[in-house]
């Protein structure tokens, strides 16, 4: 029996296929990158049509570099949550973009919905809080703004990326695809009971979401059903959210154990076992995975802007040429200069949910180079993450070890800086595409090529570790100066 396992990892700015060994070898990668669509500001959205199409190309490159479809075992997904994607059971095709998970457009209902008093109903059904950023308001601004999908009827069909790919997977000619998700992925709708993993008709009554067009919810690893579309059939057998997948990538299976990934945004997960999680903290509670209907929870910070604030510096500023330098300018010069840089650039979430607050750039004098700002940009990775450290461990979660990944932690400034500010032991993978490996881990658990996660976490290979040397005078210098920064860009928004 072939081995191999073919994994879509679709992101927000790329979409990858990999393949890999059980023992964890990447064997090879596609990627492609996707077009993001601004249409004012405040608005994200995705061209589900071609995010179908890059993602199936790559995908295809993956099977030829295996040998063909009868040498892969089964197929992993792992995609960007709370996308959600609007579509036409019988054609197959997009009715309406995708609103991605950055979209703002639901902003004001949802501050609306809080004034009502909605959301300690939506926090202790859901685990999760009234922001935009969760796909209940935004099918429920769709439905009310976008006349096509009431005129689809039962056609309608929608669903987050995972349930977009797989029902393009198994579609075959004049027959509809399997219309399912996981459950981490439903987890970040606001539409499901995070204590029974069942959709929740007062939430969807709420969010004013069309039953009849919400997929099945599924476990994460499991043999759902077979495409054929690589000339062969493929058991598709593993499915969990991005960050999920990173938190099994990174063996995250014992209750306290964290990873953050460092991609556009940033989210940090804490393990926490089969008890779901209340946080008074402002964090979220989710899914980390469910087996054999069986759910894991964990407790979630997601910050907006990581990895897009260095795109912006950029593709805006023009301060940077490549994300790579940012390095080497932090490392010329010896400290920032006093300048602090708030990247609310999209609003600021854990633990603060601001959605009305923007960046800020302060403290700013003659004495402040390039060097320094970019240098500030770093040191806001190391801000808030210790600004979700502190809610964590208010909540009863606190870090012994983080355990660090995504494109930002090829950076090794970023990383010694997060030993640094959080003062706990910070663990890098070598290997660090950790959210392709919690879907292989997955997917090899859901083909039989192993009896657990924790048979699969042998596929996680060797570390770097980062130690604190920071002195104790420069860091509550640091830390003084961002909180005061960080309170103005919250009073600047009320
Ligand atoms: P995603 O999966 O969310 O699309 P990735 O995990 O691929 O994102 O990370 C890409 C992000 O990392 C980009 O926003 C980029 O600006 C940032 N990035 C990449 N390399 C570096 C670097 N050396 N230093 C700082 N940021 C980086």
Redesign the pocket.
């Known amino acids: 029996m072939s081995e191999k396992l073919l994994i879509i990892d679709e ?4 979409t990858r296929a990999m393949l890999f060994a059980p023992d964890g070898t990447c064997l090879g990668s596609e990627s492609a990158d996707l077009t993001q669509h601004y249409p004012s500001p405040g608005l994200v959205e995705h061209d589900a049509a071609e995010i179908w199409d890059r993602t199936f190309a790559c995908a295809r490159k993956m099977v030829e570099l295996a040998g063909g479809a009868e040498a892969v075992a089964a197929i992993g997904i792992t995609n960007q949550r709370e996308t959600v994607v609007f579509w036409d059971k019988q054609t197959g095709e997009p009715l309406a973009p995708a609103i991605v998970w950055q979209d703002r457009r639901t902003a004001s209902w949802c501050r609306e919905l809080k004034e009502a008093g909605h959301e300690p109903t939506v926090q202790a059904r859901t685990g999760l809080l009234l922001d935009p950023y969760f796909s209940g308001s935004k099918i429920g601004w769709a439905m009310a703004n976008w006349p096509q999908l009431k005129a689809a009827g039962d056609r309608l069909a929608v669903g987050t990326i995972d349930s977009w790919l797989v029902w393009k997977l198994t579609a075959t000619e004049g027959r509809g695809g399997l219309h399912i998700t996981d459950a981490t992925n439903a987890s970040r709708t606001a539409l499901m009971a995070i204590g029974s993993g069942h959709w929740d008709d007062g939430l969807i009554e709420l969010f004013d979401a069309p039953r009849h067009a919400l997929p099945e919810i599924v476990d994460c690893a499991g043999n759902y059903g077979t495409t054929s579309l690589f000339g062969a059939p493929i058991p598709i057998c593993g499915m969990a959210g ?1 960050q999920q997948a990173a938190t099994i990538g990174q063996a995250c299976l014992t209750p306290g154990d964290t990873k953050a ?5 940033a989210f940090v997960l804490t393990q926490y076992g089969a008890h779901q999680p209340t946080s008074k903290n402002r964090l979220l509670a989710t899914v980390a995975w469910q087996l054999a209907g069986r759910r894991a929870y964990a407790l979630e910070g997601s910050v907006f802007v990581a ?2 604030l ?2 912006w510096l950029r593709d805006s500023l023009k301060l940077i040429a490549a ?2 330098e ?2 080497a300018l932090a490392r010329s010069v010896a400290d920032n200069a006093g300048v602090y840089l708030v990247p609310a650039l999209s609003g600021l979430g854990a633990p603060w949910w601001e959605a009305e607050a923007r960046g800020c750039m302060s403290g700013l004098s003659f004495t402040a180079t390039r060097a320094h700002i970019v240098r500030a940009a ?1 040191e806001a990775m190391a801000h808030q993450a210790n600004d979700l450290k502190t809610a964590f461990a208010a909540d009863g979660a606190d870090w012994t070890t983080l355990r660090i990944d ?3 932690v ?2 090794v400034w ?1 990383a010694q800086d997060l030993a640094d500010m959080l003062e706990v032991e910070v663990e890098r993978p070598v290997f660090a595409e950790t959210t392709a490996l919690g879907a292989a881990m997955l997917a090899g658990v859901g083909i039989g090529l192993f009896k657990d996660l924790k048979a699969a976490s042998a596929m996680r290979g060797k570390l770097d570790a980062f130690h604190s040397t920071l002195a104790a005078d420069a860091r509550q210098t640091r830390l003084d100066g961002w909180a005061s920064a960080v309170k103005s860009v919250i009073a600047a928004a009320h």
């Open positions: 992101g927000t700015t790329s991005d990934t460092f991609g556009t945004g990895g897009s260095i795109q994300a790579d940012t390095e770093l995504g494109g930002m090829a950076n970023i």
